[in-house]
């Protein structure tokens, strides 16, 4: 049975059991079979699965869940109350963070990796399978089961970035952590190409009529076969050399969450605020920038798409977007995507070589200036909305790369799981539960500008900035040995 010991007291509680000394020769074997190729593979199979169910689900909410599941609504409130139901998942995530946390020091990283891959992957396969509110008597089950499976969305996310961090960084050899740590952060571009390219292959090869009906349903029931591919990798793998040396020293807590607010109060509140920018860029670049880009650039664009769409068009509520068809914007936006993902791979050189806080902090003041340029980069015609695609992407793949080695090591290995967790899904409550809605907002209160949402960006990234400032660098911690 697991027990919780205080640091520098050798005596186990009584019901224990376990032996005081070190077993080398299991972590020796672990380190044999949890070998680089197993381990990344694992680590980012994972995260690719976990941000190809989450992306599904952000471009329908963007394409086709205002229409499907609010039909008798307003363009306007359609759509707010589709990103309003993206937001739930992040109300959901710290509540992951605490269950699988909770397990995840317990227990151990890899057995809780795999029950966040099966709650996530069972509930985005049963949002393939919902009937809409065109279904007789589905007006209100419909979007209320959506919220249910979208909750369930936000537990299995809330524990699989942190487990997928830990077995990543746990495992990685000295001066190679951040290196290892952007294999799982790897994760959300390769997943996010693979949910839009289907998006785009399905809106090339399927009339409007039937993606609405059916064929924006595909992507969901196909994460099927991915679960299936992330069980089994995973299942190969064993504990994290760092986990089995909390157990075998005795220091597995008995209760983490406690225990981590008692000793790591601090690290909480920086982590959450560390990972702020990065998250309201992130959800800039992928979630609102969608719903903008694809919306009519004048009300002649607007009052044909709602004629199409057998609805009346009141020239009131318009306001104006960028114009471009959902296929070309998604084209787009995969193109950003692959340089997120080059630049996820570069950053985790970076920051062995700068450190882990200098870096953060001069991507974090880039993101900022970023933001005062935004609007104009996507006013400026074509160019500059791929411009301001691919340098966004550029910078979420420079901030993001790193965190899978910087919030874990900001905290002691017996409480790490639950306190990397927590950081890192509180941090997605306040910057990305929000963003999308927030933005959206802005930029109709703005009437077709973003600029406020440029100035959003920069309220995020100078909060981020102060946090930094604040923690300490983490390059040089030995993961194994730090306890709480």
């Not at 990103?83 to 397990?103: D, T």
């Not at 005795?250 to 990972?275: D, H, N």
Request: charge should be neutral; include cysteine; aromatic fraction near 12%.
């Amino acid at each position: 049975m697991s027990t919780e010991t205080q640091p520098g007291n050798p005596t186990p509680s009584p019901d224990s059991g376990a032996d005081t000394g070190i077993d080398s020769d299991a972590i020796a074997a672990t380190r044999k079979n949890n070998t680089r190729g197993k381990v990344l593979t694992a680590s980012m199979v994972g995260t690719t699965i976990e941000f190809f169910d989450f992306y599904a689900y952000a471009t329908a909410s963007s394409l086709v869940f205002p229409a499907l599941f609010f039909p008798n609504q307003t363009s306007t409130t359609q759509l707010l109350s589709s990103f309003a139901i993206f937001g739930v998942a992040f109300v959901a995530r710290p509540l992951g963070s605490i269950i699988f946390g909770h397990f995840g020091d317990r227990i151990g990283r890899k057995k809780t990796l795999i029950a966040s891959l099966l709650i996530m992957g069972i509930g985005t396969f049963l949002i393939g399978l919902l009937p809409t509110a065109s279904t007789p008597g589905w007006v209100v089950l419909a979007p209320l089961f959506l919220v249910l499976l979208r909750f369930c969305q936000g537990v299995g996310l809330g524990g699989e970035w942190s487990g997928a961090a830990l077995l990543a960084t746990e495992n990685a050899p000295p001066g190679k952590r951040a290196i290892w740590g952007t294999f799982p952060q790897l994760g959300a571009p390769v997943g996010f190409i693979i949910a839009n390219l289907l998006f785009v292959a399905l809106g090339t090869w399927t009339s409007p009529e039937a993606f609405l009906a059916w064929g924006w349903r595909i992507p969901f029931l196909l994460s099927a076969l991915l679960v299936a591919v992330g069980l089994y990798v995973r299942m190969s793998l064993m504990e994290t050399p760092a986990f089995q040396l909390v157990a075998q020293k005795q220091q597995i807590s008995k209760a983490p969450l406690g225990r981590v607010f008692a000793t790591s109060w601090k690290p909480l509140i920086l982590g959450t605020l560390i990972m702020l920018a990065t998250y309201v860029i992130f959800y800039f670049m992928t979630a609102f920038t969608l719903t903008y880009g694809t919306s009519p650039s004048s009300p002649e664009q607007a009052q044909a798409a709602a004629e199409a769409a057998g609805k009346n068009f009141d020239p009131a509520g318009f306001v104006a977007g960028l114009g471009y068809s959902k296929n070309e914007f998604l084209t787009y936006l995969i193109i950003g995507v692959v340089f997120f993902g080059i630049f996820t791979i570069v950053s985790g050189p970076l920051a062995e070589k700068l450190g882990r806080r200098k870096m953060l902090l001069g991507v974090t003041v880039l993101i900022a200036a970023y933001g005062l340029v935004v609007n104009a980069l996507f006013n400026a015609g074509t160019p500059g909305v791929v411009v301001g695609l691919i340098v966004g992407f550029i910078l979420m793949g420079l901030t993001f790369g790193p965190m899978a080695a910087y919030l874990p090591e900001l905290f002691p290995a017996n409480v790490r799981y639950t306190g990397s967790a927590i950081s890192y899904n509180m941090s997605s409550v306040i910057g990305a539960g929000p963003a999308p809605f927030a933005m959206v907002a802005l930029w109709q209160a703005e009437g077709g500008s973003i600029f406020y949402c440029g100035l959003y960006i920069i309220a995020a990234a100078i909060v981020t900035i102060i946090a930094l400032w604040l923690a300490k660098d983490t390059s040089d911690l030995d993961m194994e040995d730090q306890l709480s």
